[in-house]
């Protein structure tokens, strides 16, 4: 204990649960390799985790990969892009998981090569009751503006660096389901990195704290300060995570060649019932409220681009139904309905 102690305070990327993935060599690529080359999601067989893969920028995957392995290893490559988003790790449904019943670890190692436009690399999620999203950034490739992600309402200090924390609202037009707003949390590593260890939980813990359901106000994507109910929900989704970005023409790869991911259960978990269901009243506190509409069981569309239409349909957990492109001319309530039935179409 002592030694992990004294390693921690040195910096080092120690894990109680892994070997120093700085120094441990490449993980073996156990497992088939699975490629997926359109937006899309699922399970890993043999595994606990998920994948994501989801573009915006052209209709075609164009060099825009994912390709993963039962480890939960994988290898992320985008071309020609306005928006590129790779993740593994895990993903909950229904009501989501609360923060409090799991503790998230994260021992990694990958490298990059960004040729061009930016890139950040870390652990991003979503959070339903109320409806937030969330980055831990480590490492990134390009410029850091902080101002863009908002206003600072804190630090944390773990495993060997200090993290500053920010927040900003997205407005509807950015929404994956029928909120006016959603908080996105932005916690960001003081000096990059390509490896170590990730206390998760300690990050997803403090903005529990932070945004605990204070009203206060917060800056929305144009700068202007709205006054709203700030705070975090219930977990629907945990992962490592390659975010790329650029004006249509972001191009690069990151490829991860040890991960050890891990969501083991705290002493709350065996005393809590399914997450977020001990108040009503807090999962109608924030101005991000869920609609009790009886036409919350219609799946919703979000990600419509204006260039190129390209749509991912969601349900109202967050879980991604499927994907369409709807060419100019073509109405995306009717080509939605013509596949999916009936739906409600938030995002033109």
């Known amino acids: 204990m002592m030694n992990l102690c004294l390693a921690l305070l040195m910096g080092a990327s120690v894990s109680a649960y892994a070997v120093d993935a700085c120094t441990a060599g490449d993980m073996p690529l156990k497992g088939d390799a699975y490629v997926v080359t359109g937006s899309t999601d699922g399970s890993i067989p043999g595994s606990a985790l998920s994948y994501q893969l989801w573009f915006d920028g052209s209709n075609t995957s164009n060099g825009k990969k994912l390709t993963y392995y039962n480890s939960g290893l994988f290898k992320a490559e985008w071309n020609d892009t306005y928006d590129f988003l790779a993740r593994v790790g895990f993903s909950y449904g229904g009501d989501g998981m609360n923060v ?36 831990i950034i480590d490492d990134w490739a390009g410029n850091i503006e902080e101002a863009s992600f908002g206003r600072k309402f804190g630090e944390i200090e773990v495993d060997g660096a200090k993290y500053a924390i920010y927040a900003q609202l997205r407005e509807e037009g950015e929404a994956f389901r029928e909120y006016t707003y959603f908080m996105q949390i932005t916690s960001i590593r003081e000096t990059p990195r390509e490896c170590g260890h990730m206390s998760v939980s300690a990050h997803l813990n403090k903005f529990a704290e932070l945004f605990a359901g204070q009203s206060d106000s917060i800056p929305d994507l144009k700068g202007t300060l709205k006054k709203v109910t700030l705070k975090f929900g219930n977990l629907s989704s945990v992962m490592a995570t390659v975010e790329a970005f650029g004006d249509g023409n972001a191009k690069g790869s990151a490829e991860y060649t040890y991960i050890d991911f891990t969501s083991n259960k705290t002493d709350e978990e065996s005393s809590s019932s399914v997450a977020g269901s001990s108040s009503s009243a807090a999962e109608t506190s924030s101005a991000v409220e869920e609609s009790s509409s009886s036409t919350d069981v219609l799946p919703l569309v979000a990600r419509v681009s204006a260039v190129d239409r390209h749509l991912t349909v969601f349900d109202l957990q967050g879980r991604v139904l499927g994907h369409l492109f709807v060419p100019a001319g073509t109405s995306v309530d009717k080509a939605v309905t013509a596949k999916y039935g009936k739906a409600r179409v938030l995002v033109k």
Request: proline content about 3%; overall charge positive.
């Open 100 to 135: 409090k019943t799991k503790n998230f670890s994260l021992d990694y190692r990958y490298t990059k090569n960004v040729e061009s436009g930016g890139a950040y690399v870390g652990v991003h999620g979503w959070t339903t009751k109320p409806f937030n999203e969330f980055f």
